[in-house]
């Protein structure tokens, strides 16, 4: 149970970026509806807000709960994935700039991202969630969250892909 205060750490500082994520998200909505920008899909937003806050919650507390050990051999490449995963998330951030947000919003107009990971992914973003999804509760073995929170999140990821395509235009 040595790595459990070390493991809080790394989820505490997640729920950290998240909070400066909707920081950002609240300033890029802002600047998308003072453009002329179309929220689309809003009422499955709470839904994933609600699965993403149970994912920060549940890890820890699987991992004390249930005495989940530390695994090096798992831990540490899954350690590395999330690390991957929030530079994905951040590239994507980057190369959307201020029309990137948490919500779904689409400013008239506007051209299709073409840069950072947008060149090769449609979404990529979204592998940056299913990405750390996976590899952030298995850090320190909480298979439970893992398992739970990516079978929730296919559902809720298939409802805003739907959402997201028809509102920027694209086949899905």
């Not at 802002?30 to 709470?46: C, F, I, N, Q």
């Not at 609600?50 to 490449?77: C, D, I, K, Q």
């Not at 449609?122 to 750390?132: D, F, G, W």
């Not at 739970?148 to 892909?161: E, G, I, K, S, W």
Request: proline share 7%; with cysteine; hydrophobic share 60%.
């Amino acid at each position: 149970m040595a790595g459990v205060p070390w493991f809080g750490v790394l989820v505490a500082a997640v729920a950290v970026e998240r909070a400066v994520e909707l920081v950002i998200a609240f300033r890029h909505t802002r600047w998308s509806l003072a453009r002329g920008g179309v929220e689309h899909g809003a009422g499955h937003y709470p839904v994933m807000v609600a699965l993403h806050t149970a994912f920060l919650v549940g890890m820890p507390l699987e991992v004390w709960w249930a005495a989940r050990p530390f695994v090096p051999e798992l831990g540490w490449p899954m350690l590395a994935f999330t690390v991957a995963a929030q530079l994905l998330r951040w590239s994507c951030v980057r190369a959307l700039g201020p029309r990137w947000n948490t919500r779904v919003i689409v400013v008239p107009g506007l051209p299709l991202v073409a840069k950072g990971p947008y060149r090769w992914l449609r979404h990529p973003n979204y592998v940056a969630v299913v990405l750390e999804g996976v590899a952030l509760p298995l850090v320190h073995t909480a298979w439970v969250t893992a398992l739970c929170f990516t079978a929730v999140n296919a559902a809720v990821l298939a409802v805003r892909l739907r959402v997201e395509n028809a509102a920027l235009g694209l086949a899905s």
